[in-house]
């Protein structure tokens, strides 16, 4: 079962190209990666039900077809996915299984540390591929942002990067803002990160607290669509997302995390209204999961998994992999799915096409171990 082998061998884009040339002005491309922390179990989301040896290693654990969300006649999504189905059969969504980083060891930290920073190996680099994009594109101000309370790994380096959180706070009033605007005026320094403040709180489209829920995944998706769809708003953005590693009770908890993801992302493409078109959204996860289950109702640590690329601007309703199979000869290390596509590569492809980049130096740029790409060249290229 090897599926779209065209778009895996790089006939076809992965990406509309650009309406805007951008050495000749910013772009109004907007690039979203978000992160699924904990090790997001790939064949449970993107579920080979064709696949004869996955209902059977996966017992109780396997998704029913009957219930699955089809994509075609080997690939269905988990039930709790409605609105990237839906994104799917519109041609916004592609799914890629198969895929996996440089990293072998299944230590989350580790496996983390080198998806951040685009290192073949943990702490080999000390910022993120990010943050080195960043340095690629041209310079307006407010380049990038990250959701999240303190800069992630894959944002920090030399260019700076916004952060925001949302408030679990009671909503400030309007007279408490006027009285703190007056005490911090006279202190240039604190009226400029106050101003700031402000600022953000705008693009969010709440107040200072917000009152709202931490884990509301589509009202994230709704106050990131805030700073996205704004004409002086970043161009590039990362969201976080936790709580993947589903070593026990996965069932309960895997339709809990993917219902947000479903509700984040729909709430994103709602939200960022026309400039959906110029929208791509990146969703990888550190490493998978074991193919069987285990004794507590779950899965342990694994290799490869799926990612996802999403957007207007995605050439979308493809399932691209290099699929590998299931059977026990067919495994890796005799336990998990096997990786066939780099993710690095996903992410230098989809990086260059969605800002008109030279997709060799963005990859030496992202990736700097550039010789494990040799394996799928020109993968999302035209």
């Avoid at 077809?65 to 709790?80: E, N, Q, V």
Wanted: a neutral charge; charged letters at 20%; aromatic letters at 6%.
């Amino acid at each position: 079962m090897r599926m779209d082998r065209r778009g895996f061998m790089g006939a076809a884009s992965l990406l509309a190209a650009p309406q805007v040339l951008f050495a000749q002005a910013a772009t109004e491309r907007r690039f979203v990666f978000i992160i699924q922390r904990g090790a997001a179990d790939g064949l449970n989301i993107v579920i080979p039900y064709a696949e004869p040896a996955y209902a059977a290693l996966r017992g109780p654990l396997a998704i029913d077809p009957a219930a699955a969300l089809k994509l075609d006649g080997t690939f269905a999504l988990h039930p709790a996915l409605p609105k990237l189905r839906q994104l799917f059969a519109g041609g916004e969504a592609t799914f890629l299984h198969a895929v996996a980083s440089p990293y072998r060891d299944r230590s989350h930290f580790d496996a983390q540390n080198v998806l951040e920073t685009g290192g073949k190996s943990p702490y080999q680099l000390k910022d993120g591929w990010m943050n080195r994009l960043l340095g690629m594109l041209p310079h307006s101000g407010k380049e990038a942002i990250a959701f999240s309370p303190a800069v992630p790994l894959a944002m920090q380096g030399a260019r700076e990067v916004t952060t925001y959180a949302p408030s679990t706070l009671p909503e400030a009033n309007e007279d408490l803002l006027v009285r703190v605007n007056q005490l911090y005026a006279p202190d240039q320094q604190l009226h400029a990160l106050w101003t700031s403040a402000l600022e953000a709180r705008g693009m969010a489209g709440e107040g200072m607290g917000g009152g709202g829920n931490r884990q509301d995944a589509a009202a994230l998706g709704r106050i990131a669509a805030g700073f996205l769809a704004r004409a002086d708003g970043p161009r590039i953005a990362m969201i976080e997302t936790s709580g993947w590693d589903t070593h026990s009770g996965q069932d309960a908890r895997l339709t809990r995390q993917l219902l947000g993801l479903d509700g984040l992302i729909g709430a994103l493409r709602e939200g960022m209204g026309a400039t959906w078109a110029q929208t791509v959204v990146l969703v990888a996860t550190e490493f998978g999961r074991t193919v069987a289950a285990n004794g507590t109702g779950g899965t342990d640590h694994g290799t490869a998994a799926a990612a996802m690329v999403i957007g207007g601007a995605v050439q979308g309703g493809r399932i691209i992999t290099d699929w590998p199979g299931l059977a026990p000869g067919q495994l890796f290390e005799g336990r998990d799915l096997r990786p066939t596509l780099a993710l690095d590569t996903v992410i230098a492809s989809t990086c260059a096409e969605a800002f008109n980049l030279d997709p060799e130096r963005t990859t030496r740029v992202l990736f700097p171990d550039a010789d494990r790409y040799k394996a799928v060249p020109g993968l999302l290229l035209r």
